[in-house]
């Protein structure tokens, strides 16, 4: 009988003691330009203490951390969570984090005429870096969002 009644006490109070207790983490966001500034949210149960490493040479050891990566790259992410009745539980999360260069806006024009009223064709190379989309705002109310408009003409 008692060997019966350990057995459904353990069957029921072991889950609770050892399988909730695992790191677990996830942010707000997984990819941006820099710099990217990240939430991350724990949801480690009954840890008693946090030790994250952000994969950019910065840790931190509050429960709920934020971090700004100022390099483009990939980064994993560690959480060492700390329990006052089990061993410590570590979860990486490999290039979690995805950083990209800030886009830089450039452009050269040339114009073909004599800025005569009836001559302003105006043609535009783009020379950005780092962008995956474009607006050209032409000032006259006309705009393209095509990566190299290539001509256009002012009325």
Not at 28 to 55: H, K, L, M, Q, R
Not at 82 to 104: C, G, K, M, Q, R
């Amino acid at each position: 009988m008692h060997t019966k009644l350990l057995k459904i006490l353990l069957l029921i109070f072991l889950p609770t003691v050892f399988y909730s207790q695992t790191a677990g983490f996830y942010s707000d966001t997984v990819n941006g330009c820099i710099p990217f500034a990240v939430t991350f949210t724990n949801n480690s149960a009954n840890g008693v203490s946090y030790n994250w490493d952000f994969g950019d040479g910065t840790q931190s050891s509050l429960e709920t951390p934020s971090n700004t990566y100022t390099q483009a790259g990939l980064y994993s992410v560690k959480l060492i969570v700390s329990f006052s009745n089990s061993p410590n539980d570590t979860l990486v999360i490999n290039n979690y984090i995805e950083v990209f260069d800030a886009p830089t806006a450039d452009f050269q024009f040339a114009h073909s005429g004599t800025f005569c009223e009836n001559d302003n064709l105006f043609t535009f190379t783009n020379n950005s870096l780092n962008a995956t989309a474009y607006t050209w705002d032409f000032g006259d109310g006309n705009t393209d969002t095509t990566t190299n408009p290539f001509s256009h003409i002012f009325i």
